[in-house]
C-alpha cells in the first residue's frame, strides 16, 4: 500500500474511532427508544454517507416491526427483507431502493431492523463501511443495553418509592384510624387505602350482624356487592370483632399491561389495614365503654349528693317516743326517702317514699317531693288534700315512668294520734304492745302515677304505751341472696313480732345486720330504709 | 376496570388545564395521557393538572403522571400539579414527582408561575 493510501486509512480510522466515542456519548444520552433510533439514524448516516438510514424494533419475534425512525416512509414496504435470527444478519441487496438489510438481535428477545438506501455517491457499499457497519452495531447494542439499564434503574427507583409510599401510608393510616371516632369514618379510610396501597381497581367491606348486612361500603362508591364478588381477579380477608364480622373484598389488580394477580405482598399489605381497622373499632368500642362509665359514675356522684342533702343528719327528739332511721343506698343510688319533720303545731310528719327508677332523674324526684312537702305541711290542710296537691305537682314534674310511693303518718305526740296517708307504699308494720302484728294499708295510688284527682283516703289510728311501728321500703323485702330468694315479707313481720329492742336504733341495727345475713356477699341491688318508732 | 374518574379540560394560550376528579388509577391515569396526546403537544409548554376533586392517586395512575413529566421535559414543558390534598401531596413527595413536577396551591398561581 502507498504512503499516501495508508495515511488517508489512518486519517479516518482515527476519524471513525473519534465518530465512534462521541456517537456513544449521543447514543447514552437518548431520552427513549425513539431518540435513540433518531441519534443512530444520523451517526450512520454521516458516517456512510448514506441517502436514508430507517430504524425499525421488533419487541418479539411474533411481533409487527415498529418503525421507529424513518427518513422514507416508503421504507415501510420493505420490512420483509428483515429477518428476525438469533444471530446479527447483514444482507447486502441488489435488487431494490435498499442496499442494506440489517437484523440485529438484541439482549432482551427484541430485535432491531435497519433498511440502508444507497450512498449518495451511489457507489458500492466497501469492505471499510462494511466494518465500520459492524463496529456501529456494536455500538448500538451497547446504547440499547445502557437505555435498558437506565429503564431498570427507573423502574427499581419506582419501585422502592412505591414500597416506601406503602410503608409510610401504612404507618400514617394507622395513626389516623386512631384519631377518629366513628366507625363509618374508619371503614371508609382503612378501604380507601387498601384500595390504593395494592393498585386494585375497586374494594368494598361488608359488616354482617348474625348473617345479616348491616353496614356496606365500596371504593369508588357507589359499586354493588355483587359486581364485586362475581369478579375472578380478587383478594379477601375479614376479621370478627364484638359480634360483627367485616369481610374486605378487592378486586383487579391493576397494572400497566392490563389486570394481574394479586401478590403475597398486596395480602399482606390488605391484612395490615384490616388489623389497624379491627384495633381502632376495638378501641373506639373501649373508649365508649369507658366515657358511658365515667358518665354514670358522674351521675351516681350528683344523686348520691342529692339524697345526702335530703336525707336527714339526725333525727328530731320527740317527748315520749324513741325514733331512730336509716337509709343504706344501694350502689347505683335508688330513690329512697325517709324524714321526720316537726310541724309548727308541734306534730311530727314521718315520711317515707321510694322513687321508681335510680340515679339522678330519681334523686331530684326525691327533692322534689321534699320541698313540696316542707312548703305544704305548715299549711295545715287535710293529709288526703295535701296528697292530692303534691300527686299533682309530682305528676306534672315527672316523665311518665316515673312515680313515687309514699306514706306519711303525721303524729300528734300528745295523744299518740297518727294521720296516716299510704299513697301505693308498701304497708307500714305496727306492732301492738300485745303482740298483735297489723298492715297500715289505707291510701290511694302512688304519687305522680295519675293526675285525675283519685282520692287519697286516709287512716286515723292511736298508738297506746310500748306500741311500735315500722315504716320501710321495698329494699328490705326484696333484698335477695345469691339464690335469688328473697328476705320476704314473712320474714320482716317475723322479725318485727320477734325482736323487741327498748330502743329504736337498736331494732334498726338489728333488722339490717339480719337483711345482710340474708344476702351475704350478694351485692346491695336497692336502697334499704326503714323508719322504726317506739311510744313509751 | 370499575373507574369513577372524569376530566375536562381547557387550554389558555400554550397551557392546557386538566381538572380531575376521582381515583386516579390506571383508567383514570389513560385519560389524562389521552387528553395531553389529543392536543398538539409540541405547542403546550405547560399542564396544569387540578386535582382538586381527586383524593386518591395509585402508583399506576403516578406511572402516567411520569411519563406526561418527562414527555413535557423533552420539550422544555412543565407540568404542574394544583389543589393538592395532604396524602397525594406526600404520596408526590414520597415518589420523588417533584424532582420534575411543580406544585401550586391554585390553578390561578399556576398559570402565573414563570
Redesign the interface.
Known sequence: MASAELNLLVDKLNLQVKSFQEGFEVLSNSKNLTDLARNFSHILRGNLLSINVNIFYKEQSEKDWRALYLHNKEAIKFTYELKPENILKINFLTDNNYKVAITLPMINSSYFGLLIGQKIDKKEYSSFDRVSIQIFLQLLDNAYQAYLNNKKEKELIFSLNNRVLQLNSLIDTGIELSALDKTESLLELALERAVVLTNASAGCITVYENDNIIKYLSFPPGIEENDLKESTNKLNTEFSLLGKTYKFILIEKESRAGVIEFDDTDKILLEAFARQLESAIENEHLHKEALEKENIKKELSVASDIQKKIIPEKLPEIDGYDLAGINIPSKEVGGDYYDCIELNDGRYALIMADVAGKGVPAALLVSTLNASLKSYLDLQIPLDKLAQKINSIIYNASPSNKFITFFIAVLNPKNGELDIINAGHNPALLLRNNGVLQKINAGGVALGMFNMGLPFVGEKITLNSADRLLLFTDGIPEAMNENEEEYSDERLEEFIEKYQFPKSSELIDALVHDVKSHTRECPQSDDITALYLIKH | ????FKLNSEIKGNMLIISTE??I???GGQKIADEFYSKKTNDIKKVILNLEKT??????GI?FL?ELI?KLN?SNGKLVFTNLDA?ID??FT???LYHFAEKTDTVEQALGAG
Not at chain 2, 1 to 4: A, C, K, P
Not at chain 2, 55 to 60: A, E, L, Y
Open positions: 376496570m370499575i373507574s369513577d376521582g381515583y388509577n390506571n383508567n383524593k386518591v392517586v395509585n402508583s399506576i406511572s411520569i418527562e423533552e396524602s406526600k404520596t414520597i415518589m420523588g
